[in-house]
C-alpha cells in the first residue's frame, strides 16, 4: 500500500528561487500588465500555473544526455537514441523531429489535407484547429456529449463520440475525410482521458472505411495511467505497455514533447506510410532542419529520448495523477465549481458557476484569474470569452501543473488562496476590454475592472 501523503518520487539537486510580492506590489504589476496576466514579467509570478508546456523540471539522467548531445548537422547519434526511444514505445515506422507540437502538425496537415477536407478530433487544441484551418480543411470537434457539463464524472471524459463519427463519414463522404485524430488526453476538453475500449473502437472505423487514424500523442502517458487506473482488464499493465497497445491501433503521431516528452522544447511527427514520410521530410528540410534533427540541437533530442521513458514511470505517473487530483479534490470540497473528474495535467475551474454575477461579455474567467493573482501572485489561465470571443462553450479557468517542478506544499498554498478568494467572490467585478488586436486577441489584449 501507499501512503495517504503524496510525496514527490525525487529529491531536488537544482534549485529556482521564486519571489514573493506584496498585494500592493502586484495590485500596480497587474494594473502595468492591462489586467493580461500574459503580459506579466514572470519574475513578479509566485507559482506559475499558466501552462504545463515546456515548463517541466529534467532529471539528472537527462542532463547527463544534454551533455552527451552529438550535435553533427546530419546521422547524428542522437537522432538514434530519440528515434529508438520512440519506437520502443509508439511503434511506428517513420520518426520526423520538429521543434514543437505545432510543426508536426503543421507539417501532418500540410502533406495530408487539402482545401474542402474534413479532420475530425475527439477536441482539437487550438494550435491543431489553426493548422487544419490553415490548409483550407474544417476542424470538426467530436467529444461525447456529456464531456460540455464540467459537473458530470466520468473516468473517460475525454473520449470521442463514435457515433458522431460514423455519421460525419456518411455525411460527408469518406474521399472528403482524409485522417481522423485522437487527442490524449483531452486538454481543451479539461485534460480528460481516451480510454482503450473508445481508441478500439475508433480504430475500428477508420480500418473499415480506409481512413487513416493519427494520435495527437502530447500527454500518452497520463493518458496511459488512467487507463490503468480505472479500465477493466489495465490494472496489471505497465503505462508502457498501455501506450504500446493504443498507438498500434494508429498508423502515426503527432507529439509536443513539451508535455509527456519531459523536455523544454522539441517534438516529432511519426507515420507508417513510406510516401508520406517522404513528403513530410522534404518539407521538413524546408522549414525545420535535416531529418535527423529537424528543428531541434543534438541535446535536445537526447532530453526526450530519457524524458518519454522517464513519463511512464509508475511512481512518477502516481505522483503527478494525485497531485493534480489532490488540487481539484480539497478546492472542490469546499465547494469551489470544477470540471470533473480531475484531469491530468490541469484544474480547470468553472468560473461562470464561480462568480455568476458576472454575465460572459464580462469576462468572468479573466476576473477570476487576476484575483488569483492579486491574492497570492499564482498565475492560470482563462480559457473562455476572452480567447474564444463568441464561440465560446465554457468560462473556465486552466491551473496547468508543470511537471516535476512544485512541490506539495506549493499546492497547499494554491489550495488556500483559491479558497480565501472562494470566500470573497461576491465582491468580484467584471472586466471590460480596453484594446483587441484582429485574431489570437487573449495574447495581447488590455482590460481594465468595471466600476
Ligand atoms: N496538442 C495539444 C493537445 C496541446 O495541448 C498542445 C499544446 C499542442 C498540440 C501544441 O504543441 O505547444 O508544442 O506546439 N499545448 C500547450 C498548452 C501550449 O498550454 O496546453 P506545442
Known amino acids: 500500500m501507499f501512503s495517504k501523503t503524496i510525496i514527490e518520487p525525487f529529491r531536488i539537486k537544482s534549485v529556482e528561487p521564486i519571489r514573493w510580492t506584496t498585494r500592493e506590489q502586484r495590485e500596480n504589476l497587474l494594473r502595468a500588465a492591462h489586467c493580461n496576466l500574459f503580459l506579466l514579467s514572470a519574475d513578479d509570478v509566485l507559482i506559475d500555473l499558466l501552462t504545463d508546456s515546456g515548463t517541466g523540471a529534467m532529471s539528472t539522467h537527462q542532463w547527463a544526455g544534454v551533455m552527451e548531445g552529438d550535435e553533427s548537422y546530419a546521422g547524428s547519434r542522437s537522432f538514434v537514441h530519440f528515434k529508438r526511444s520512440i519506437q520502443d514505445i509508439f511503434g511506428y515506422t517513420h520518426v520526423i523531429p520538429t521543434h514543437q507540437g505545432r510543426a508536426a502538425e503543421r507539417i501532418l496537415f500540410t502533406v495530408m489535407c487539402k482545401k474542402g477536407d474534413v479532420v475530425p478530433n475527439n477536441t482539437h487544441f487550438d494550435t491543431t484547429r489553426a493548422n487544419v484551418e490553415f490548409v483550407g480543411a474544417e476542424a470538426v470537434d467530436l467529444q461525447i456529449p456529456e464531456a460540455r457539463h464540467p459537473e458530470t464524472v466520468l ?30 488526453t483531452n486538454n481543451s476538453g479539461g485534460g480528460q482521458p481516451v480510454s482503450m475500449e473508445n481508441a478500439k473502437a475508433v480504430a475500428g472505423v477508420c480500418h473499415k472505411h480506409g481512413i487513416p487514424l493519427y494520435f495527437d500523442a502530447c500527454r500518452f502517458a497520463e493518458n496511459a495511467y488512467f487507463i490503468k487506473l480505472r479500465e477493466r482488464g489495465y490494472a496489471g499493465k505497465t503505462p508502457k505497455q ?20 519531459m523536455a523544454n522544447i522539441g517534438g516529432f511527427l511519426c507515420t507508417n506510410d513510406e510516401i508520406l514520410a517522404r513528403q513530410e ?7 525545420e532542419g535535416y531529418p535527423t534533427y529537424g528543428g531541434l540541437a543534438g541535446r535536445d533530442l537526447e532530453a526526450v529520448a530519457i524524458g518519454l521513458q522517464e513519463s511512464l514511470e509508475e511512481d512518477y505517473l502516481r505522483y503527478r495523477i494525485a497531485s493534480t487530483a489532490y488540487l481539484g479534490n480539497h478546492i472542490s470540497e469546499h465547494g469551489v465549481p470544477i470540471v470533473q473528474p480531475p484531469g491530468g495535467h490541469a484544474i480547470y475551474i468553472d ?8 454575465p460572459a461579455d464580462q469576462f468572468p474567467g479573466v476576473a477570476l484569474a487576476t484575483e488569483l493573482y492579486l491574492e497570492g501572485g499564482i498565475r492560470s489561465v482563462e480559457i473562455g470569452s476572452l480567447m474564444f470571443a463568441e464561440a465560446a462553450q465554457m468560462e473556465l479557468v486552466r491551473l496547468a501543473i508543470p511537471r516535476r517542478v512544485y512541490t506539495q506544499s ?34 495581447t489584449a488590455h482590460l481594465e475592472p468595471i466600476g
Open 155 to 184: 473516468p473517460f471524459k475525454g473520449n470521442m463520440d463514435v457515433a458522431a463519427l460514423e455519421e460525419l463519414i456518411a455525411r460527408v463522404g469518406r474521399e472528403r475525410i482524409p485522417l481522423v485524430m485522437l487527442t490524449v
Open 410 to 443: 506549493h499546492i497547499d498554498y494554491v489550495v488556500e488562496i483559491i479558497l480565501r478568494v472562494w470566500e470573497r467572490r461576491s465582491r468580484i467585478r467584471g472586466m471590460r476590454l480596453t484594446y483587441q488586436a484582429p485574431f489570437l486577441r487573449h495574447f
Open 351 to 358: 468560473a461562470k458557476a464561480f462568480l455568476p454575477h458576472i
Open 281 to 287: 521530410q522534404n518539407l521538413l528540410i524546408l522549414t
Open 242 to 261: 498501455i501506450a504500446q497497445e493504443m498507438f498500434a491501433l494508429g498508423d502515426g503521431c503527432t507529439m509536443s514533447a513539451k508535455k509527456d516528452g
